[in-house]
């Protein structure tokens, strides 16, 4: 078994004409959940399409050790389809078995909502419906952006629940996030900035180094240091 | 089996959505019988028919594939497929049968209303009439596939239509027989995959020989399907900038 389950080196991404990640170089250990974190436009979407292999680099190297399910941050299920049905057909390209499409119904909560067109849920739902197509065939590496926007306190809880109970499994969780009441919930934090790493370490580490108790407060001393 | 998933898929998404359906089927049926009408002559009609039944599915397919992968570039849900283990032909292969069994269904429904009731000879049969069709509006839908690669929004892909349709449409001997244009339109016509397929429509309603000149218009035409399809893979791309 390898010490990481994703190892970016080096890795450099131009969109538009500008350096959106400035170099980046760190490694996810498997089995933890592992929050990217950083303010709007600071390129944590681009570092994720460039995991998953999407994104066109410009330099630099990505590994990933295992299968990966990526949610992307806006829901990319059809909006002519139902849930399950959105469930069946990616189910079937991922030659995950069937039984899957009940499972992660129920992980995200939506069974009520199985047989409804994915056009008419609600932004929570809809969401969620994105989100359980990522758990389709048991990933050993799940990489989500932005999971848990839009989405009430109950069900946000449950989620991470959800994360960590995966982690403990022994998969990876990388999930990226531009609320810094999330990253208390992380075994890990990235914390990113204008397409660079300011920090990547465990949230208690990072309040100790930096002397404050809030996350918040610790992203803020590191950018401005 | 991917490419089958893929095919329901859209089969799913279709059936859910009716109306567009209903449009597709009897759309061209509905204008054909305006046209006999507007004519009210049949041997006009007879000499128009063919070209439009070639011209109608060709369009059509044109459109719905154009906008139905613009769609899937930009809700991401092509992004999802392209970190998922599925090849790029099954999605092509899906979407060209999903988008071939409804286009079966519109020539057979048009081609058998022409024949049955607004008086269209079909000497070569209706099954030969309806594969070329059918090889036409694939055609339709691999350059609506290749095309959507180049639209960034629903109103440029609706705008590509009269691009590519268009003057595939007047240039392929409808309006004026191919032979009797200008010789550079002529020309031009000669390169355009529609002509050969206007061609080989109404070569089965005159005759019932399956002729080498048929033959090799029934191929061009498969050929430029092919060609078309394969740039459309080559604009689905797995990375992106
Ligand atoms: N397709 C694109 N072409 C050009 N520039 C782009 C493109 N996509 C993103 N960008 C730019 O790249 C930068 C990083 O974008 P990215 O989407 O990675 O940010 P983000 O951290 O995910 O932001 P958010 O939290 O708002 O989702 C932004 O400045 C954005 O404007
Ligand atoms: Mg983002």
Known sequence: ?225 | MKTLATAQRILTQLRHDRRTVALMVLMPTFLLVLLRFVFNSEPMFSRAAPALLGIFPFTIMFIVTSITTLRERQTTTLERLMTMPIARLDLLLGYAIAFGLVAILQVVVAASVSWLWLGLEIKGGLGLLTLIAVLDALLGMAMGLFASAFARTEFQAVQFMPAFVMPQVLLCGLFVPRDQMATVLNWISDVLPLSYAVDALTHVTRSSDVDGTLLRNLFIVLACAVVALVLGAVTLRRKTP
């Open chain 1, 1 to 225: 078994m390898s010490n990481f389950a994703i190892l970016v080196d080096g890795l450099r991404v131009v969109r538009g004409g500008n350096e959106v990640v400035r170099g980046l170089t760190f490694s996810v250990p498997p089995g933890f959940v592992t929050g990217l974190i950083g303010p709007s436009g600071c390129g944590k979407t681009t570092l994720l399409r460039s995991i998953v292999g999407v994104q066109i680099i410009a330099a630099g190297s990505v590994s990933v050790t295992g299968s990966v399910g990526y949610s992307t941050q806006n829901p990319a299920v059809y909006a002519d389809l139902t849930v399950r049905e959105n469930l069946r057909y990616f189910a079937a390209v991922l030659e995950a078995p069937s039984s899957d499409v009940d499972r992660v119904l129920s992980d995200v909560d939506l069974v009520p909502q199985g047989d409804q067109l994915v056009g008419s849920l609600s932004g929570g739902q809809l969401a969620r419906a994105s989100l359980a197509v990522a758990l389709l065939g048991s990933p050993q590496v799940l990489v989500l952006d932005e999971p848990t926007v839009e989405l009430d306190p109950v069900l946000r809880r449950d989620l991470w629940q959800m994360f960590h109970s995966l982690a403990e499994e022994g998969r990876t969780v990388l999930v990226s996030s531009h609320v810094m009441d999330e990253a208390a919930r992380c075994d890990r934090l990235l914390f990113m900035r204008e397409g660079l790493l300011l920090a990547d370490d465990t949230p208690a580490a990072l309040r100790a180094r930096t002397g404050s108790d809030d996350l918040e407060q610790a992203f803020l001393r590191l950018a401005v240091a």
